[in-house]
């Protein structure tokens, strides 16, 4: 079922908006910045917004115009010498969390950390208590733990 | 008629499925020594319901292939200018076919299972497909009450809708089913758990018939995931081979939890140890498997390829997840703690690193399954927010890179305790490997973390996997064992692919003009032309692109910017040249104002190797089951001669000594 | 204590099970909102989307509350909310128009065909305003009050039913 009838609730989404723009993309919408170090802090940090009108895929993996030119607004961000992080605060303070892929630790997302934390508790819990004690017995089955 | 026919078939496999559910619970109400007379017809019942599902599967299948457009899913799904492949595959490419694809495996599954399994003590049969029909039963009831396929049109359509491009695609034609069949497969494991739960019978013996289920079940999972993981890849158009997306985890957590309960399942064969975690992996992975179809199709979570989505059919999925997985749980809360814990074992040995990794994936899966239903949770508050890869990999790696390491020395440890010391050579070996490659890499370059981790673990996983072959006549190995070996081997070749294709992938985005040269990599990209072509149900831009590797003689790759028109929608059709050391990925765009035209292409190296380990992973599982099959057959052919000749000697015995009357 | 643990796994699965029926009986929103309400718009100057009438820029959100609205010729929810937008001009709501990745020709005929409420339209090719202000589609509505401080906004195309909650949104933005 991976990615299979994608495209189904996005001509679902898109019917309205059917009607296409004719205009050429923005100028890094689809082109590389020609510096690979920045072009790669760009590509990194495409691959970790989310497009806005397709839902459920970075900016670096949509076709949609405003993913393009969302790109735009990072490569040319990225060129001006604005780090990625700043950018990423840029779109969060317009959009909310919802653009970011890379939840931060905040009043809604806590959880997000706290659970990871306290499954490495109970893994140790459960480890320690199965596989901790040495056990000097044997075959003794029907003895509960 | 046929479509008539194929309801009433369904009507009659779910009154079947009472009788099976009805008989079973006879059985098991039954005191000892005591028979209900209903209890003969579980089996029977079982059987014939098998049939009667596949045959409604089979007619929808020819209702597809003649394209009955009286028949309103062939309407809004199928369309006569389709290729003939598509038409047929179209069947289960929408929530109503696949609901009966589903079904008919479940049923034909149930079916061989009533046929075929003499193992188990009768009450625990009885209880196993007393369940077996309750989950049809609610499958039988979503299709007729809510989904039926068989739906005519008062007026049968001129034309039919068409079926979404990007399904008119081979991979997509074995991907939906193979996952399906991979779901069923944990129902029926989930079936044996509870009979054995209820009738008290956790035992190696019930593992041993519960585990050519899971082993198949998760071989399915494994080969769906790679061919939808492939898929996604060639067919989307930007390179990516898994984006974490709601979708993607729901199947991947049924996978997940298939595998820890194929390796618990196999210590309480082997051990008799880990009774009661068998039994909660296989209530789990069968949840996992439902909750995923639950995701896909009720549209709760964000997804743009939620698939079929209808809040009332996610309230009816919903309802059976309730039902069967808060009913199992309810009994696994109330019966568990009478299930003894099985034999004991220390932590240095084969069932101490089993446990281990055991609980590693529970925790991976746990980080998963929160980071898919978080979004859920906030949306409850009016919060959205978003959680993709630089959550779920940094969070999945806490878990799984101690569970690699544990994997490469967990085969090399014996059963119930071990010292290390008795393989220091191999622990110094795998340490060494894992070191000297990350040392070795980051020597060229930097890279990031993730992948770097993943090169030295892949290294000393592909050695380490081979190592309990060291020192055994390789003749004398037994399949089974030969199975193992090569699934480890295929998670180290996945592994290499995946920090490969993260660590050295090469991008080059431009626009050229006919004639113009991109260099990427070892490769001059050459647009030679761009012509329009046609095909079946499409128009298209094919564009001629010439690659050169160093200079050499020219490959021509053809990548399509493809529009359908029924229903109306364009698809990028990549073009992959494959190496033996990874895939040149190109994928053609819109041509810009001046002439030039949009040209995106990738060098991904050793991208294949992902699912190449996939397939490997999935030949291991399959070695598995026939080794398994064939020692246990070997077993009941010597106890059935054993039996035969007990009551030979006692049929001399009885008939000698009788004096002539 | 073990006995409790057994429990456990029912214990989540039911608040799972709640949760997603929850949400099952929810409306889904498809819109993602902008956060920048009650911030102060960002600096942008746009040139004129066509001959016939000025660029927008920051500049002009001074005095009255004003609405600014995000559209596009190539948009269909556009025409089917351009009567609302006349409506709301007629009442003498100031309307300043951005046009996102569009045509100068092809402003001019959205305007001839179904009428011109704007008293400005920038053109945004490159969606930057659209991006700065945190509006995730065509067309979307801002009202904006009189030290140039977004105060609401509407997403997706004005039904007759909308022009009473912009109009009082204006007021409250005095």
Request: aromatic residues 10%.
């Amino acid at each position: 079922m991976i990615r299979w009838l994608f495209a189904v609730l996005l001509t679902v989404l898109a019917l309205p908006l059917a009607a296409q723009d004719s205009m050429p993309p923005a100028p890094y919408a689809y082109n590389q910045l020609a510096d690979p170090r920045l072009e790669a802090e760009a590509s990194a940090l495409m691959h970790t917004l989310r497009c806005l009108k397709c839902q459920s895929q970075s900016i670096a993996d949509s076709d949609a115009p405003m993913a393009g030119d969302m790109r735009h607004q990072v490569r040319a961000r990225i060129l001006a010498g604005e780090s990625p992080e700043a950018i990423r605060r840029w779109l969060i303070a317009r959009y909310g969390d919802y653009v970011s892929y890379e939840p931060e630790v905040s009043s809604t997302t806590w959880p997000l950390f706290a659970v990871p934390l306290l499954v490495i508790l109970i893994v140790a819990g459960v480890l320690l208590r199965r596989l901790g004690k040495r056990r000097s017995d044997g075959d003794d089955a029907g003895a509960a733990a | 008629m046929i479509a008539e026919i194929g309801l009433a078939a369904l009507w009659l496999a779910a009154a079947l499925a009472v009788l099976q559910l009805v008989s079973g619970a006879l059985t098991l109400r039954a005191g000892p020594g005591q028979t209900n007379p209903l209890a003969i017809y579980a089996r029977p019942a079982a059987v014939v319901q098998a049939f009667l599902a596949v045959l409604a599967f089979l007619l929808l299948l020819r209702a597809f292939a003649v394209t009955d457009l009286s028949l309103k899913l062939v309407a809004t799904n199928s369309h006569s200018m389709k290729p003939f492949i598509y038409k047929l595959t179209g069947t289960w490419g929408n929530h109503e076919g696949s609901m009966l694809l589903w079904v008919g495996v479940l049923a034909a599954s149930g079916g061989m299972l009533a046929a075929f399994e003499r193992r188990l003590p009768e009450r625990t049969m009885a209880a196993t497909l007393a369940v077996q029909g309750f989950v049809a039963l609610g499958f039988y009831a979503f299709l007729l009450l809510s989904s039926n396929p068989f739906e005519r049109l008062a007026v049968p359509a001129a034309e039919g809708n068409g079926l979404n491009p990007l399904l008119q695609d081979i991979g997509l034609a074995i991907h939906p089913p193979t996952l399906y069949a991979g779901y069923v497969g944990l129902s029926v494991a989930f079936s044996l758990a509870m009979g054995a739960l209820l009738t008290r019978e956790v035992n190696p013996a019930f593992a041993r018939v519960m585990r050519p289920w899971v082993l198949g079940a998760w071989v399915l999972l494994t080969l769906g995931i790679t061919a939808g993981s492939y898929w996604a890849y060639y067919e989307l158009g930007w390179g990516g081979w898994w984006f974490w997306d709601p979708v993607e985890n729901a199947s991947l957590m049924p996978w997940l939890a298939a595998t820890a309960l194929m390796h618990s399942v196999s210590v309480l064969a082997a051990r008799d140890a880990l009774r009661t975690w068998t039994i909660m992996l296989g209530v789990l992975a069968f949840s996992m498997s439902m909750l995923g179809t639950f995701l896909v199709r009720s549209g709760v979570l964000t997804s743009v390829h939620a698939f079929a989505v209808d809040p009332e059919r996610g309230a009816f999925i919903l309802g059976l997840l309730g039902l069967y997985i808060g009913g199992a749980l309810t009994i696994f809360a109330l019966r568990a703690g009478a299930v003894a814990e099985g034999k004991r074992f220390a932590a240095a040995s084969r069932e101490g690193a089993l446990v281990f990794n055991n609980v590693m994936l529970s925790a991976i899966l746990a980080i998963v399954l929160l980071g898919t239903l978080y979004p859920l949770l906030t949306e409850a508050f009016d919060v959205r927010v978003s959680v993709g890869p630089p959550y779920f990999n940094p969070a999945g790696a806490i878990f799984a890179v101690p569970m690699l390491l544990v994997m490469a020395v967990g085969p090399l440890l014996r059963w119930k305790s071990d010292k290390p010391a008795r393989i220091q050579f191999e622990l110094a070996l795998i340490a060494a490997l894992v070191i000297g490659v990350i040392a070795l890499v980051s020597f060229f370059g930097q890279f990031p973390l993730l992948p770097l981790l993943g090169l030295g673990l892949a290294a000393a996983l592909g050695v380490a996997a081979f190592l309990p072959l060291r020192g055994r006549t390789l003749a004398r190995v037994p399949v089974a064992t030969w199975g193992m070996v090569i699934a480890h081997f295929g998670i180290a070749v996945s592994l290499f692919g995946m920090a490969c294709e993260g660590a050295f992938s090469e991008e080059r985005l431009a626009a050229v003009a006919p004639g113009g040269t991109e260099q990427i990599g070892d490769f001059a990209v050459t647009l030679e032309a761009v012509t329009p072509i046609a095909g079946p149900n499409w128009t298209a831009m094919e564009a001629r692109l010439a690659v050169r590797q160093n200079g050499g003689e020219p490959v021509i790759l053809t990548p399509q910017a493809r529009s359908f028109w029924s229903p109306p929608q364009s698809t990028s059709e990549s073009a992959l040249l494959t190496k033996w050391n990874g895939q040149l990925y190109a994928v053609i765009g819109n041509q810009a104002e001046d002439g030039r035209w949009q040209v995106r292409v990738w060098w991904k190296p050793f991208v294949t190797f992902i699912w190449y380990g996939g397939l490997l992973i999935g030949l291991g599982g399959i070695l598995s089951i026939v080794g398994r099959m064939r020692v246990d057959l070997k077993r009941r052919a010597a106890s059935t001669m054993g039996a035969q000749r007990r009551a030979d000697v006692e049929a001399l015995g009885a008939a000698a000594p009788q004096p002539a009357e | 204590m073990r006995k409790l643990t057994l429990w456990l796994p029912l214990a989540l699965f039911a608040f799972f099970a709640g949760l997603a029926a929850y949400m099952l009986t929810q409306e889904k929103d498809q819109f993602v909102e902008s956060t920048m309400i009650g911030q102060p718009l960002p600096a942008f100057a746009l040139d004129p989307a066509f001959d016939g009438l000025p660029g927008a820029s920051r500049a002009d959100f001074t005095g009255r509350p004003k609405l600014l609205n995000i559209w596009a010729s190539w948009c269909l929810p556009c025409i089917a909310e351009a009567p609302q937008l006349e409506a709301l001009q007629k009442q003498g709501v100031e309307i300043i128009g951005i046009a996102i990745r569009d045509k100068p020709a092809d402003v001019a005929g959205f305007l001839a065909r179904y009428g011109n409420p704007y008293a400005r339209i920038g053109s945004d090719r490159i969606s930057e305003v659209q991006l700065a202000i945190g509006s995730s589609g065509v067309p979307e509505t801002f009202v904006i009050d009189g030290k140039g401080v977004i105060r609401y906004q509407h997403i997706g195309d004005i039904g007759a039913e909308d022009v009473p909650t912009l109009l009082a949104e204006l007021e409250k933005a005095q």
